[in-house]
């Protein structure tokens, strides 16, 4: 294997670049993790649920980096009509995300039922909008639906989806489970599946004991971890990589123990649980790249980052936008500590640890 | 059912108290906690493999709590020899508690193979020791085996011993999985399992995001919760309570980040993980009070704290040890925030919540 590779204008199929002071800290770092285009996530505070939103949203991050290709989306919602759909087509929205309601980070206005967003569906498969899933259902006791199988769970209403609207293109995105895979690949082709970085080296057993990997879908165990790396080694087009690059505040990813005392004296504590989200845009590239050579898939790096997502969304890569990726020396590909901007702080996957692919500036 | 209840001596038959300041400040929460007989782990550091070391330990914590019964436990480990066994039997050492290497915190010492200690099994099952199992195989991604399915993996293992050594008494400790309380179901009387109270209440849902959660073996699905909970409803004596209270500094329970600089000038970055236990001794015993009364088993709780565990240790209660507990009312029974000692800070689980039940002063 030669120690360059020159890829096609690599996209990434998911990502959270956020509001505000982080949105000025993270959006820069998608195009230094080699990404040219980006399709980016609608949970906002509040969400994005109108078209207008969004194409704020979208100049916004056009003024902070215009030299990455933003491809938008709307937040399922009961204000997302068919009308709104195509208003969203009108102005060159590409998708609409749908989060199971409390599943993840700002989905609190999510869905839980999708028969009454059957015309909004409709209207996406006839304006040719992508329907993202969040494939997880709610937790569950009485039923034994815990962070474990939720997205197991979810598969019969991806089914359900993909045969009542064979020509919509539905994405279950961020994969973390055997039972997932298998799912998608007997599908049309209007089903396909984003696989983020970090779950294709993480299990359980790293996210026990470190909120900095917990994420949701929460990484499963190495079987499935298996049947991850087995779906971008096979080259299926229907598998691309979508990060889920989800940064958060340093300080929300540890527990915070709050100690007061109330009015009439007495304690009051309170301890708050960690955010869930891995942050991987600022290596995302290089990242993929090692991953995909310690399983030996690099051959599908291409077809990964590059042409699989591309081509489902009919979004080619322009020209002049390759990305030239070189073998680090003993001394490179340290990955950096945190990311400090105004008042906020993130820390990177892989802090400290070896890349062995870096980007050629 | 009345508003109070009065209890034998209650019993935790698997307790950390730690060494050094940490010790300090633990030790006098054993007997806050309602517990008048306490079954020490011996995986201090360096871990206790003699005799003279752990009756130097109980020495120690009869010096800072004379009031609690310390029972003492050696530490499985290539010095521990059939001769060592009948030392410690003299000595009034009652246990002997087996960790598999790597699996939980200060167990780098532990074992992996039971075979070379059949002849110390033997002269345990002579002198009447007991033998404590932490019942988890470590990881291997190769087998599938991860923080999942390592005591389910393991319960072979637990058979094996039970059928090789019928006279020697086997603890499970803290079960977590529907498997384990099937398989020590159907052994023999030779064979009990300790439950801890947070695997009562916890499932891998509450774990994931809070490092305060996060213990060894970890909190399952909601059907293992729920066989725990039908293990103490059935009143089978095989059951017990062993609280694995596990107290780790606060540092400890955050994820820590190093950012430093190497001689030549480059960055480094560590980040550690989280250690694992959840620390109950404060609260024990009103903590299960409470939640063997949210699922309907407050009838059980004399026989999971007291009788059952002493049957089968052979550790009688005394008299006049009886602890009185009462229901709270609307301003009791708020858990507190940290305890701190002498440059050491615990937070206790269950911090802010409400206990339905106290000790009676």
Same mark, same amino acid.
């Given at each position: 294997m030669?120690?360059?590779?020159?890829?096609?204008a690599?996209?990434?199929f998911?990502v959270?670049?956020?509001?505000?002071?982080?949105?000025?800290?993270?959006?820069?770092?998608?195009?230094?993790g080699?990404?040219k285009?980006?399709?980016?996530?609608?949970?906002?505070?509040?969400?994005?649920?109108?078209?207008?939103?969004?194409?704020?949203y979208?100049?916004?991050?056009?003024?902070?980096?215009?030299?990455?290709?933003?491809?938008?989306?709307?937040?399922?919602h009961?204000?997302?009509?068919?009308?709104?759909?195509? /208003?969203?087509? #009108? !102005?060159?929205?590409?998708? =609409? *995300? @749908?989060?199971?309601?409390g599943?993840?980070?700002? +989905?609190?206005s999510?869905?839980?039922d999708?028969g009454?967003?059957?015309?909004?569906?409709?209207?996406?498969?006839?304006?040719?909008?992508?329907?993202n899933?969040?494939?997880e259902?709610?937790?569950?006791?009485?039923?034994?639906?815990?962070?474990?199988?939720?997205e197991?769970?979810?598969?019969r209403?991806?089914?359900?989806?993909?045969?009542?609207?064979?020509?919509?293109?539905?994405?279950l995105?961020?994969?973390?489970?055997?039972?997932a895979?298998?799912t998608?690949?007997s599908?049309?082709?209007?089903?396909?599946?984003?696989?983020?970085?970090h779950?294709?080296?993480?299990?359980?057993?790293?996210?026990?004991?470190?909120?900095?990997?917990?994420?949701?879908?929460?990484?499963?165990?190495? /079987?499935d971890? #298996? !049947?991850?790396?087995?779906? =971008? *080694? @096979?080259?299926?087009?229907k598998?691309?990589?979508? +990060?889920?690059?989800?940064?958060h505040?340093?300080?929300?990813?540890?527990?915070?123990?709050?100690?007061?005392?109330?009015?009439?004296?007495?304690?009051?504590?309170?301890?708050?649980?960690c955010?869930?989200?891995?942050?991987?845009?600022?290596?995302?590239?290089?990242?993929?790249?090692?991953?995909?050579?310690?399983?030996?898939?690099?051959?599908?790096?291409?077809?990964?980052?590059?042409?699989?997502g591309?081509?489902?969304?009919?979004?080619?890569?322009?020209?002049?936008?390759?990305?030239?990726?070189?073998?680090?020396?003993?001394?490179?590909?340290?990955?950096?500590g945190?990311?400090?901007?105004?008042?906020?702080e993130?820390?990177?996957?892989?802090?400290?640890?070896?890349?062995?692919?870096q980007?050629?500036?």
């Open positions: 030669s120690d360059e590779i020159t890829l096609p690599p996209a990434d998911h959270h670049v956020r509001q505000g002071k982080m949105c000025e800290l993270v959006t820069p770092q998608v195009a230094k080699g990404v285009t980006a399709y980016v996530m609608p949970n906002l505070v509040p969400p994005l649920t109108s078209t207008d939103s969004v194409v704020a979208k100049a916004e991050l056009e003024r902070i980096d215009p030299s990455v290709e933003w491809l938008m989306t709307l937040y399922l009961p204000e997302v009509t068919p009308d709104e759909i195509r /208003k969203a087509a #009108k !102005a060159g929205i590409k998708g =609409v *995300k @749908s989060y199971p309601r599943v993840t980070t700002n +989905s609190n999510g869905i839980e999708y009454v967003y059957y015309p909004v569906f409709k209207a996406m498969e006839e304006e040719g909008l992508v329907l899933l969040h494939g259902v709610p937790s569950d006791a009485e039923k034994n639906i815990s962070v474990l199988n939720a197991v769970h979810f598969l209403h991806l089914e359900t989806l993909a045969h009542d609207f064979p020509k919509l293109r539905i994405v995105e961020h994969a973390t489970t055997s039972a895979i298998t998608v690949s599908l049309p082709s209007n089903v396909a599946c984003s696989i983020t970085a779950h294709l080296f993480l299990t359980i057993d790293e996210v026990a004991p470190q909120p900095h990997h917990f994420c949701k879908p929460i990484a499963k165990e190495p /079987k971890r #298996k !049947a991850l790396q087995d779906a =971008v *080694k @096979s080259g299926n087009p598998f691309f990589l979508g +990060s889920d690059s989800a940064p505040p340093l300080s929300s990813k540890s527990p915070s123990i709050t100690q007061t005392q109330t009015e009439d004296g007495s304690p009051s504590t309170s301890v708050s649980a955010a869930a989200g891995v942050y991987t845009s600022p290596i995302l590239i290089p990242l993929v790249a090692t991953l995909l050579e310690s399983f030996g898939a690099l051959d599908k790096l291409q077809g990964f980052v590059s042409d699989h591309r081509t489902f969304y009919g979004i080619p890569a322009k020209e002049g936008q390759q990305l030239k990726l070189r073998k680090t020396k003993d001394d490179e590909g340290l990955v950096r945190t990311f400090k901007g105004d008042g906020v993130v820390l990177p996957f892989w802090a400290g640890k070896k890349l062995a692919w980007i050629v500036e």
